[in-house]
C-alpha cells in the first residue's frame, strides 16, 4: 500500500542536528516530533531542498542551511504556507524579516490576529530566541522592547509565518527546567523559600517567581510580611498558567490556520475519548506509613469516589490487610522514590531505587509498578532519573511540581503528558517515560483552596490533566483539608473532568500515540483512515476543513460526527471506536 500523502511537510535536517550535536550543542526542535506527536497530526519529513511536492504547509523547525530554491518561492507565490522557527536565514527574504539580535530568556505578547483562534491571557516566557525586523506583519512582540517576535508575510497567494521565538527550547526548557545541582534562588516575597538544602525539581524551573505568577482571583493582595507556615495564612502567588502547553497550542494553531489558507484538511486525534473536555488526577504519598492515616485516606477517597495513585514510600509499610484493602478499591499502587537521607535505602542513586521500587512491589503485591512520584519532589541532575525509570519499567512520573506554598500551579508549565527530551550525550531521544505533571499538595493545608479552581480552569483551557496530590496524614488529622479532597473531587466532575489513575492515563496516551491519521479527497468528503497498533475506544478524529458546514456526515464506517470548538477553531469531529489495525471512515464535512 502506497504512503499517504500528507498536507503537512517537515525538513528533516540530519545533517544540522550532527553538527550541533558535535558542537555539544542541543538540537531542540528535534522536540517537534513530540509536538506534533501528542496531536497526532501526520506529516511527511522531506530533505533539504527537496519540493514540496503535494503538500500545503512546510515547516522549517530550524534556521536552514540553504537560499530557497526558484521552486520552493513559487510554490509559496502560488499559495504554499511556510512555518519557519528561528532566524529565517537565507529565507529572510521570502520572510520578509531579518534576525537582528538573539534573546536568551524573555516574554512575548501575543496580538490579535486570525492566526491565534485562542490566545494566553498573559505574555508567554520564551527561553531563546531573536528578535525580527523587516515588513512582515507582526503577530507577537518581544515585551522588553516591543521588537517582533512572531511575524506573517504574504507573498501573492501563499504566506511566511516566522517564529524568532525558539519555540522548541522554550518547551522543553520550561517543562524539564535546568539540570539540578544546588539550591534556586527562593520567591523574594517570602511565599517559596526554596534554598532548604534539599535538591528538588523546582531548584531548576525556568519561570520566574517575579513575572509568571498571579494571585488567585478575588484574592486580597499579598501581605508584605507573609510568612511561609502551615496552613498558609492567606493566599499567595501562584503559577497560574500553563505556559509550555500555550506554546504547544500556539504552534498547532499556526498549523492549523496555514491549513485553511491552502485549502487542505489537516487531521488530529483528539486528546481524550469524546466528550471528555479535561481529566482530573488525584495522587496519594503514603509519608509515615501510618495504619491509621492510610485508612483515613482510604475513608476518604471512598467517600470523594476517586480511585488514586498510591506512592508508596520506604522504609516501613502498612500492614498487609491495608495493602489488600488499597488494591481491592481499585487504587493504583505506584513507587514513592524516597532519597531524603532518612533510611538506609533513602538517598538517591540508581541502586537505591531499583531497591525500592522491589520493595514497592514485595509489599503490594503488585509485579509491574508503572508510575511514580519523587518524596519531596526530589531531584537531581537533568534527566538520568527518566534513564532509571526506562530501565525499571516505570512508564509514567509525575514527580515535577511544587513543594512550597508559592510555587503552587503549572509550575512546569504544563498539565498535559509529554515525553521528555534527553540531553545531547545521548543524541537528544526521547525517553520512554511520560512526564506527568503535579500542580498542588494538600489543598487547605500546603496549598491555599483558592488554588484549586485556577488549576482547573488552567488544564481545561489546554485541555490536560489537573494533578492534585493528598498526604495522609492531613487527610487523617486537618478536617479542611479532608473537605477540599471531597469539594475539588465534586468540583472536577462538575466540570465534566473524570478521575484517572495515572496508568489510566499512561495507557490511554500510549494507546493514541499508536494511531497514524491519514485522509484522501473522496467524491462525498474525504476519507479518513487510521491505522492503530491497538484499539482505541471512542477516539475522537479532529479534522481541520476549510469552509466545512455545520452537519457533518459520515457517509462510509460506523461513527458519529459533529462540529465542536477546539482552541476557538471550529472542527468536525468523528468520534468512533478505532480498533487495532486498518479503520477508515468517508466523511462529508
Known sequence: MPEPLHAVAVVDDQAAIERAHRAGQDAWWVYLAEVLGHLRLPY?????????????????????????????????????????????????????????????????????????????????????????????????????DDTAAITLHRVDAGAVL????????????????????????????????IDDDILKCEDGMVLSFERDRAMPPGEPPLDPEFQHVYPPPSAVPMFDQPQADWWCSLFAQSVWWAAEQSGATVPWLWYWPSGIDAVAHMSHDSDQNVEADGRAALDAFAEAGVEVTWCHVFPGGYSPELYAEITAAGHENALHYNAMGDADLAVWGWPQVRAQYA???????????????????????WTEFYRWCERLGIQIDESRGPSKQGDVGFTFGASHVSFPLAPVAEGNRLYDVLNLPLHTQDLAWAGHASVRDVILDGAQAVHGVAHFLFHGPHLNLRPPTRAACLEVAAEARRRGMPWWTATRINSWERSRRGVSLSIEPHPDGVAVRALADEAVPGAAVLLAVPNSGTEPVVKEGSGSARTVTRFGRCFVELTSDIVAGDNRWVVTP
Open 44 to 144: 511527511q519529513s522531506i530533505s533539504p531542498g527537496a519540493p514540496p511536492d503535494g503538500v500545503s504547509v512546510l515547516v522549517f523547525p530550524t534556521t536552514p542551511d540553504t537560499a530557497p530554491s526558484a521552486e520552493l518561492e513559487q510554490w509559496v507565490r502560488d499559495g504554499g504556507v511556510l512555518l519557519v522557527v528561528g532566524d529565517p536565514g537565507p529565507l529572510s527574504a521570502l520572510a520578509g524579516v531579518t534576525a537582528s539580535g538573539s534573546v536568551p530568556d524573555a516574554h512575548v505578547v501575543l496580538g490579535d490576529t486570525p492566526v491565534w483562534s485562542s490566545r494566553p491571557p498573559v505574555a508567554l516566557h520564551a527561553v531563546g530566541g531573536t528578535r525580527l525586523t523587516g515588513e512582515a506583519e507582526v503577530l507577537a512582540r518581544w515585551d522588553d
Open 359 to 381: 520493595w514497592a512491589q514485595a509489599v503490594t503485591g503488585t509485579e509491574q509498578i508503572v508510575s511514580n512520584k519523587n518524596h519531596y519532589t526530589r531531584w537531581e541532575g
Open 162 to 193: 516566522t517564529y524568532g521565538v525558539d519555540v522548541w527550547q522554550s518547551i522543553v526548557r520550561i517543562q524539564q527546567g535546568y539540570a539540578v545541582t544546588a539550591d534556586g534562588t527562593p520567591a523574594a516575597d517570602g511565599t517559596a523559600p
